[in-house]
T-cell receptor
């Protein structure tokens, strides 16, 4: 079955540590996205990538970094510069101009203490 | 610029009653509109979408929505609520341009009372 996988489901880190969240898709989608979800704030776009080796900042990119070395993979690193990293992180993918909607992974809940 | 307003962050209905979740949007170009559902600690699942054509859109689990351009609305309805409908619902708008940036509303949590 095609889909998006995110790992791990729950992640705990100490303040000051960088942490990388995994996102893999086998839908053959060109575009991939990272969102952050906080209670009462909906989804906010962190980074997106339309093609391999290219990505753009979203609305809240500060303190985050990404890479897109393969079409299937779009890992997100939460750096120590992110002031409030505890949140639910969602990865999505799509092929703009074809399906229109974005397909979402199951999410990773990051807790930093 | 595009935006989405969902009226009511929490909505409660009795089992068997009508479900109505409100969504208004703004967009400078013809919009694509979506409703997603999210169960606790899970990702978002597409309920239905409007791109072009018929303005009344039917989705999964008995939900439907009507695109009303004059009112810039895309309200979600279901004739009879089921306990399994309890979840958070997100309305979203995308422009029809080259890059498909999607803007999400803040979500509406639906509680179904037995």
């Amino acid at each position: 079955d095609g889909g998006i996988t995110q790992s791990p489901k729950y992640l705990f880190r100490k303040e000051g540590q960088n942490v990388t969240l995994s996102c893999e898709q086998n839908l053959n989608h060109d575009a991939m996205y990272w969102y952050r979800q906080d209670p009462g704030q909906g989804l906010r776009l962190i980074y997106y990538s339309q093609i391999v080796n290219d990505f753009q900042k979203g609305d809240i990119a500060e303190g985050y970094s990404v890479s897109r070395e393969k079409k299937e993979s779009f890992p997100l690193t939460v750096t120590s510069a992110q002031k409030n990293p505890t949140a639910f992180y969602l990865c999505a993918s799509s092929t703009p101009g074809r399906d229109y909607e974005q397909y979402f992974g199951p999410g990773t809940r990051l807790t930093v203490t | 610029a595009q935006s989405v307003t969902q009226l009511g962050s929490h909505v409660s209905v009795s089992e068997g009653a009508l479900v109505l979740l409100r969504c208004n949007y703004s967009s400078s170009v013809p919009p694509y509109l979506f409703w997603y559902v999210q169960y606790p600690n899970q990702g978002l699942q597409l309920l239905l979408k409007y791109t072009t054509g018929a303005t009344l859109v039917k989705g999964i689990n008995g939900f439907e929505a009507e695109f009303k351009k004059s009112e810039t609305s895309f309200h979600l309805t279901k004739p009879s609520a089921h306990m399994s409908d309890a979840a958070e619902y997100f309305c979203a708008v995308s422009d029809s341009g080259g890059y498909q940036k999607v803007t999400f509303g803040i979500g509406t949590k639906l509680q179904v009372i037995p």
